[in-house]
């Protein structure tokens, strides 16, 4: 009874707001109102397609899958959702082998980084791809789990916190120390002794990553995602970071390869971005995102 109350009120109250606005600003009026209904008809399950129990994400994934008059039909989002809630791992794993392969690509674009042949498809996109598919998503389904199973049934404020803590402090280092030993070993690290350096040198600042974007990711994932969302949010979150983070590291390592061999003019073969001689930006160990959470 409580909670019809106040899902009514929240109705009532989005109603009066949108009319009032209305009235102030008439040249947005059919926007605002048509917004408020959505989220009103969300909101009480009358929307196609939609639950009612998130109406703001609902009422936005109606808007992406193909608007008003498509909801309830199997969208893309819809259709996403449905795979994850039946081959959950596999849904991830071809998720995050998927993103991580192209952030990979679009990072040596961003960045002028092309191999010996002029391509910017270098041997890290696959390498990269298997990464995201095999490791990544994996141990974030397994850790996501864990978090969800801990803390269930849990909505208060404290737990919340103690959510976010959990994340921040025990699961975000694990993932940030296989992410930095998986980034060694591909580029290039064979010995123990060279895999623990690139750990050592990186796993602060992978961490201040980590502390800044996960509590902000968790918080907004805690009061508007599903929980089987939660994996692939964090990954396009991470895949959106992790791109600017991987492109301004090349663009350094490049920089600064050119400016050892040539001083700092900086030739560079064919006028793009690979150098001549020398080691190319995959012989170091990248600083990159923080990894799908």
Known sequence: MSLKIERDTVQQTISNVAQGHSQQHHGHKSIV????AAITEAASGNLPGTSGKHPISEVV??????GRQNAGTKGYLAAYIKQLEDHPLRTKML???TLAGTQELIASWLAKDRNKHGNYFTSRVPKM??????????????????????FKGRTSLKAKIMQ?????????????????????????????HQVRATVRVGFWKVMRVSWITSPICLAFAQ?????NAWVPFFNL???????????????????????KHFGDGGRTAGGGGSTIGGGRPEDYPPMGPNPPY
């Open 129 to 150: 791809a298997t990464y995201g598919a095999l490791v990544s998503a994996p141990l974030g389904h397994f850790l996501i789990w864990f978090l969800q199973k801990t």
């Open 164 to 192: 976010i803590l959990v994340s921040n402090l025990l699961i975000a280092p694990i993932q940030n120390t296989v992410y930095l030993t998986a980034m060694a070993l591909i580029a290039g690290a064979r010995t123990f």
């Open 61 to 66: 994934g109606t808007a992406i899958t193909g």
């Open 237 to 259: 979150v991470s895949f959106v970071i992790g791109t600017y983070i991987n492109t301004v590291t090349k663009k350094k390592r490049l920089a600064a390869l050119r400016k």
């Open 95 to 97: 998720t995050a082998g």
């Open 223 to 227: 009061k508007f995602l599903p929980e």
């Open 33 to 36: 109102g048509a917004t408020a």
